[in-house]
């Protein structure tokens, strides 16, 4: 598994260099190697915006490690979660 260290970096660095290590390598697994507490919330938030998960939250000595994975996307449900939306924000304007 390919493992991105990007300790000691302030955001947005470290979104930054995973977001293009995905987007250039679309790994099957990554594990990012962090020290900050905001870096960490910034990744759990954009990593399943990419199309992954956090399979695993790891830590120890001051280092988080979230481990991702490829998810595989329901295209029938996301599909259908935006019609459904969509029909919430047309009710009342016919």
Not at 30 to 58: F, H, Q, W
Not at 78 to 91: K, T
């Amino acid at each position: 598994m390919k493992e991105i260290d990007v300790r000691g970096l302030e955001c947005p660095e470290p979104a930054k260099i995973v977001a293009a290590e995905i987007e250039r390598e679309r790994p099957h697994a990554l594990k990012v190697v962090t020290d900050s507490d905001e870096c960490r919330r910034t990744l759990l938030v954009m990593i399943p915006l990419l199309g992954y998960r956090v399979a695993a939250n790891e830590g120890g000595e001051g280092v988080l490690r979230p481990r991702i994975s490829k998810r595989s996307l329901n295209i029938g449900a996301i599909l259908a979660r935006g019609y459904a939306a969509d029909q919430a924000l047309n009710i009342g304007k016919q």
